[in-house]
């Protein structure tokens, strides 16, 4: 390995022109593997992206067993299959027209599924009411996101609307804000104390914000991605108080909601601690809260079901909202299906349930075994500094790279990490993205794993990295 | 039954605030169905929208068996499944990433299935070439659509894009246009002519377009939605001709594509009879062209899956374009998947085929014998005219509303086909759509019937329109 030969210009044309060159280097790769050209690994590994299935982990088999029997109905003849997925396969097309899954359903969702996860979230809220109404189903959380915030920003303005995001942020959400002409005002979690969100720092950004447009929104990603922190219920009370002072309409992404390690940590969404805070506050901050099937231990990304609760919004606006979610041809009736599933899992007594809790629990301790050995890996690597993973899908360890790695990369115009990405991809086939996509603090560095992964899978990773980084950290030191 | 009864205040509120009235109304019928407050009719009859399933066709095995194994690989080894259904599965599993559908894929899809729909596109237009990478698989046409909408669209211009849409058009098209801030510019069809295309129409209006916006695109429906009819390859020969002339963006919406009967009817792609137009031409005009596994006798609106296909863009353009299509997240991977089965269906020799061909043979049958009987309870009923469906899913006929019942319509501030389809609704449990919401000449009135159902739910709507049709005319003579 040398890091002088100059990968750099292998993809300076391509990075520079916006495309995902480590993606499409990952895909070449594979491909010069198939043909017998590579030798020295003999496939990539992908932790680039929050993909239970790609890590290597199994589909729930309730959920497939459902879905299989909506899709071919003769299996409900079948006596392999448990009584509850048929008795649930057959409620399930009962509500869907012509009672085929294969028809147009109304745009914002199944009503009887928009029951089910109003339902959920009542339970999962101890009590505070959730109307189905209230509700809007669409092709994942993240086309959700996109029409709430095609309603939020106003292109005509003469004025841009501004979005309040914080660093680091997911790369996708940034492009998607940048598409739809929102002015994107950076506010910064605090690494040091585990990606903390600190009031102060959003009150920072808002006032610099205000100079150049006109703030209407807060994003919020908790539990959060890349970072993998959450929430106390201090800090989204205080975050609540504040988007009322300033009158900004709060997202709050919580597609990683089930998504929690450790005893001492539990989820609050932003609806509970809203409901809590007295009548001024819970009944005029408006809210619109994500989830979606893709995270969580189902991890079911390819079928493409997410939805949005709205919460005390201007009835004009409402309005305004329900005729967006209505113009848009309705979501895929499998991932709406499969909101159903997640949002009523078997219960204890059905037959389902022992294997259903068996293998939610077996990935639970799976992804928990891997933040172990993460911890313990990083921890004897010299250079790499990383906040506890609480929640969600990923690590987001800081690099802390030798003088002349820096000035390599700079020479080369490109960003360290991603550089170093780069090199890590190409000398070891092991795939995760740079903190520069992400947004970092002006000089510090990362790299985003995803953790949710068989632990074979891992330990290989782990070990592809570890030998790349000692060597890295040598060349340049 | 009295027609002076006033179910406009009814629905008045509602018709104003823009929301859908006749479903809502219907929704409600089906409640009060439920509860018993019904007698005259036990079920409401929906021919509202483009939905095989929903009009009781039986999705084609095939598809479901290969769809079902993909969600539950226990199947494969699963003896009553043909061994054909089981190695497409097998296939398609291998091309997506963990072997499960429950993965993200590349945002426009899984490379192999866009080359399958490349092969498919090439075979069709007998041998013009097609290339997997102008093609972009989204969440069905529909939303392939809305992203080339927002590259053709400029929000920042002082003058709007203009796009040129054919009247009658399909209602949430309008209304998408609307949304996206587009000028919308009106051709008329020679409803006489069988809904014939004619340039000079097209000419007037794009004169009359730019004294106030900048037209960039010519959106065409063939087959047509709710027309019923289809170009001859001469009509698609002139369009062309003027795009080119009149360098507008060609947006071919051809997903009625499968759907022809009559043997004297044959289907030509814009993109076929573009490239046989002379190299000035065939390499200059941009298209887009759209398809879906909705439409066909599949009919599987429900799983979301759709493609375009780009023909001659301007590299930048196509940039952007590429662009466009990768912010936004992956399609459902089961829509993608029956894209494939779409595009490479069962071949003769294989296990699946018999079946198959039988099913999709007695699908087109049903149409065409709806279709027959269609038009002999039309000729039957007084002041209804109907042109020849040709292909596509509906018909469009002509209402010739007594002078007295346009009055009627006028007092209550309603369109007349509108109030036509309330009361059709309200007394017989039919639901079509008026002609006000596609667009129709001045004083022309027409109603949209699905044709693509069960014959006896064919036979049981022409029953319900025919009484209430004699009824109405009686009381309106
Ligand atoms: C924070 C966050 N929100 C939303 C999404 C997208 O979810 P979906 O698949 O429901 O669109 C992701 C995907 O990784 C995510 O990390
Ligand atoms: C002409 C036309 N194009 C597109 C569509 C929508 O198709 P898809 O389900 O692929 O979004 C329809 C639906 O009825 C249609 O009639």
């Known amino acids: 390995m040398s890091f002088m030969k100059d990968i750099s210009l292998l993809v300076k044309n391509n990075f520079l022109s916006g495309i995902d060159v480590l993606s499409r280097r990952a895909a070449q790769i594979t491909v010069e593997i198939q043909q017998g050209e590579r030798t020295n690994y003999n496939k990539v590994l992908d932790l680039s992206s929050g993909d239970l299935h790609r890590g290597g982990i199994k589909p729930i088999t309730f959920v497939r067993q459902v879905l299989a029997a909506c899709f071919y109905p003769a299996l409900l003849e079948d006596d392999s299959l448990p009584l509850d997925v048929k008795q649930r396969a057959k409620i399930l097309l009962s509500e869907c027209d012509g009672g085929s899954i294969g028809s147009y359903t109304d745009s914002s969702g199944i009503a009887k599924i928009k029951l089910c996860v109003s339902q959920y979230i009542t339970r999962r809220d101890g009590g505070v009411p959730s109307s189905p109404d209230n509700i809007f189903i669409k092709s994942g959380s993240q086309t959700a996101l996109m029409i709430m915030l ?7 303005d003469s004025c841009q609307t501004g979005v309040l995001i914080p660093v680091p942020t997911y790369a996708s959400f940034t492009l998607a804000l940048e598409e739809q002409g929102a002015a994107i005002i950076p506010y910064h979690l605090c690494e040091e104390q585990g990606w903390t969100l600190h009031v102060e720092e959003l009150r920072k950004a808002l006032l610099t914000g205000r100079k150049t447009c006109n703030p209407v929104a807060l994003y919020i990603c908790n539990p959060g991605n890349p970072t993998g922190h959450i929430q106390s219920r201090k800090s989204i009370e205080e975050v609540i108080r504040f988007a009322a002072e300033e009158r900004l309409f709060i997202l709050a992404d919580e597609v990683y909601q089930s998504c929690v390690y450790g005893d001492d940590t539990e989820f609050y969404s932003y609806k509970k601690v809203l409901s809590e805070m007295g009548s001024t506050i819970s009944s005029t901050v408006e ?8 995270k969580g231990f189902m ?24 005729r967006l979610f209505s113009t848009r041809s309705c979501p895929p009736v499998i991932g709406q299906i499969a909101l159903d599933l997640m949002a009523d899992p078997p219960k204890p007594g059905d037959p389902s349930f022992p294997t259903f809790s068996e293998e939610a629990q077996s990935i639970k301790n799976m992804i928990c075994k891997n933040t172990g050995r993460i911890q313990e890996v990083f921890s004897e690597l010299p250079g790499i500094s990383c906040q506890p993973l609480k929640a969600g899908f990923f690590v987001f360890p800081c690099l802390h790279f030798p003088p002349k790695a820096i000035k390599w990369a700079k020479k080369r115009q490109m960003e360290p990490d991603m550089l170093y990405c780069l090199h890590l991809l190409e000398e070891t086939g092991l795939h995760v993205r740079p903190g520069c996509e992400y947004g970092q603090r002006k000089d510090s560095h990362h790299i985003r794993l995803f953790v949710a992964t068989q632990q074979d899978i891992m330990e290989d990773a782990l070990q592809r990295l570890k030998t790349f980084h000692m060597r890295f950290m040598k060349e340049f030191s």
Chains 1, 2 share one sequence.
């Open 150 to 156: 095609k309603l939020l920003i106003r292109s005509k």
């Open 299 to 322: 991890g079911e990304c390819g079928l493409r079901g997410g939805y949005v609760e709205l919460v005390n919004l201007d009835p004009a606006v409402r309005e305004y909202a329900q």
């Open 287 to 294: 809210l619109a809260s994500f989830n979606s099937v893709s």
